[in-house]
């Protein structure tokens, strides 16, 4: 019998790949549907209708018109021989002596692609002003609920946090960054990513404007580069803060501290002795510095205001590690399971050895022996490790059923790393969903300063913003397969995103795009007379390849940049068998 989860992972990647298809090969579809009835509505020959470039894959004639799909899906065109002369990109044609268009034909058809995503962009906006658009309390708030002391730089590395030593603190009510007004955290957030800004000194530099006890305050911040993927070396800025969110009961754990001084589901935290909390950070934070001492919580219970005081318990919340210092580098390995025990590598930063074996280690891969004696549990390969008087130690491990061995050279040790406790009380919180309800000028205008704002960013000299940060087809169809698992109103967010975005790109006065015919059309009526075709067929020629360089060149960071997701999301994974629930008992 086959599992249900089999045909539920089958029915969501169908759906998946169905809202893939409708949303992005529709806007492409949209956009050139633009040009065609543009075209006919003008009266000027359509000689081809495309979605794609390259070789036909499949498609039919009608009227006259081919219609096709092509092989490369980075967007398509209409041919239309008395607009320009596109043969070096659309291929042979039959011009067959046509006569010339007028100025208003050519800025007219070359416009409507762009008119005609910003139609459907509005149509989609509207459906998602009605709906709404599923967010959190969190996404939406711009008042600062958590500042971090020390930010995550690159792997194994942590800096002072720039917020921080700027004097900005929780509470505080983010107005604008960089002079542009916020409205959500993930502007806030935007602002800083896309960032220009350098000091006297050229550090990066980001302006927050803030209001913090009825006072307007304009406060410096120097953000730092942070590794965001490491597959891609994507890196990004960053300043350390998070937002604020009620705090909410969702859960609490049995004989917990929390259980003991009365907290209830569905309470509200509001302060810990006397502070009043913005996140559950600032209450760890309080739990952490004084964890022998009863807390004193307040909190709102319906319509009613009471304080309970808890005791906080340290508790266990990982497995032990047995921690294999060599040569190269260290191989963290832990238990997993009780019944059937094994042993899991768990992290490993040994580095490449001489004449070392096909494959190194990485997290994740099973122990199966040391110098060929199989092994099980943590105590057994702590003996066997101990015990060898052998100059050579062979691991033995196992990935995706395959087998391969590791050779350690002596000096070697050994420790078994005590398990990680947490300062806890025992409740877990419940983010606070919401939809939203933007205008559709709200969304359009969201949507078009974004994209100004990154292009203004690749150009700019004080900018980190690369053109490998930008997201080619690859990038487009996960972001619309990820949403498309979560709810199709975030697919609908981002095609309307993707629309305004496509008909801002679309009309630069770049050749190939229809703002690059734009401007040939405009040359040719100041001229009084149009271009060469030879001219205009090669500059077309060789923008065309630069185009198609370009989007392979972001294309494969888009692909790197979803392995470096993917080995982030099997080290979460990972962490579950290297994390326990924490357990509340009677001393």
Known sequence: MHSPSIFNDLFSNVWSIFLVILFFGGSIFVHELGHFLAARRRGLKVERFSIGFGPKIFGWTKDGIDYRVSLLPLGGYVALPQLADLEAIEGKYDKNDLPPITYSDKFIVAVMGAVFNVIFAFFLATILWVVGIPSTEAEQ????????????????????????????????????????????????????????????????????????????????????????????????????????????????????????????????????????????????????????????????????????????????????????????????????????????????????KENSAQLLPESGDRLLAVNNKPVKTIEELEGLLRSSEASLIELSFERDHFTFKDVLQEPLSSTLKAPETRVMLGFSSIPQHINTHPSPWRQFTDSAQMTLRVLTSLFSQGSDIKINNLMGPPGIVRVLHTFSLEDIRLVLWFTVLLNINLAILNLLPIPVLDGGQIVFATIAKLRGKPLSSKLIGSIQGTFMILLFSLMLYVSFFDIRRWQGDNDFEKRIELQQYYYIKPEFTEK
């Not at 720039?162 to 009510?173: E, Q, T």
Request: no cysteine; aromatic share 4%; charged share 20%.
């Open 141 to 352: 708030t711009t008042t600062i609920g958590y500042v971090q002391k020390e930010i995550f730089i690159d792997e194994g590395e942590y800096a002072p946090g720039p917020a921080y030593k700027a004097g900005l603190r929780p509470g505080d009510k983010v107005l604008s960054v960089d002079g542009d007004a916020v409205h959500s955290f993930s502007d806030i957030q935007k602002l800083i990513i896309t960032g220009s800004g350098r000091s006297s000194t050229g550090k990066p530099e980001a302006i927050f404007t803030i209001e913090r006890n009825g006072q307007t305050i304009t406060i410096p911040v120097h953000p730092r580069l942070a590794l965001a993927n490491l597959k891609s070396g994507d890196t990004m800025r960053i300043v350390g803060i998070l937002p604020t969110h009620t705090i909410v009961v969702g859960g609490v754990m049995q004989d917990s501290p929390a259980e003991k001084a009365g907290l209830q589901v569905g309470d509200t935290i509001l302060g810990a002795n006397g502070q009043k909390l913005y996140s559950m950070n600032a209450l760890s934070d309080i739990l952490e510095a004084d964890p022998h001492t009863p807390v004193s919580l307040l909190i709102e219970r319906g319509k009613e205001r009471m304080t309970l005081e808890a005791q906080p318990a340290i508790i266990p919340i990982t497995k032990p590690l047995l921690e294999l210092t060599t040569g190269t580098g260290t191989l963290s390995f832990l238990q997993n399971g009780k019944q059937a025990p094994s042993i899991l590598l768990f992290d490993t930063n040994e580095t490449e």
